[in-house]
């Protein structure tokens, strides 16, 4: 798991670097390169249309993307300082609570970039923003659970502090 967290977070860091340098390109360089922004993204019509729209969209892009790799981040950290002998320490408490809060906030994000993508969308009639922001629900759900798994693992944190204390 360890080695997979590494790959996702390395994977992760690189989309949300290319879809920042390709943004900051298609803004300051070459207006161009909206139509291939990043893996085929064609955002082109919705920079024709409006350059304030089209920057909220890819920045929500970009945000949304390096929240998921900072999950994974977190999650490498919580490798390095588990302890199997005694699993239940404040350090991996705060990590464990930090990727429920990153979990359920990629999840608002993506219902906000959502909302906004189907109001712009009846706007400036541009259907490819339409399917960028599809996993709010997942993410929503997701970060509920790891936050009960958070709320359980303090309690845990408290039963082995008790449990120390005891002869």
Not at 109 to 117: K, T
Request: hydrophobic fraction near 55%; charged fraction near 10%.
């Amino acid at each position: 798991m360890h080695v997979v967290a590494w790959v996702l977070f390395v994977g992760l860091c690189i989309k949300a670097g290319a879809i920042l340098v390709s943004f900051l390109v298609s803004v300051f360089v070459n207006p161009a390169g909206a139509s291939n922004l990043y893996n085929g993204l064609n955002l082109s019509a919705l920079m024709q249309y409006d350059t304030g729209h089209y920057q909220s969209v890819v920045l929500t892009v970009f945000f949304l993307t390096a929240a998921k790799a900072y999950v994974f981040y977190l999650a490498i950290k919580i490798f390095q300082k588990i302890n199997l002998i005694e699993p239940f320490s404040e350090d991996v408490g705060k990590l464990i609570n930090g990727i429920a809060y990153t979990t359920l906030s990629i999840g608002f994000l993506s219902i906000v970039g959502s909302s906004y993508a189907k109001w712009l969308n009846k706007r400036a009639g541009d259907d490819v923003i339409q399917g960028m922001f599809g996993e709010s629900a997942e993410f929503l759900l997701l970060g509920a659970v790891i936050f009960m798994i958070a709320t359980v693992f303090h309690r845990g944190i408290e039963l082995q502090k008790e449990n120390s204390l005891t002869i």
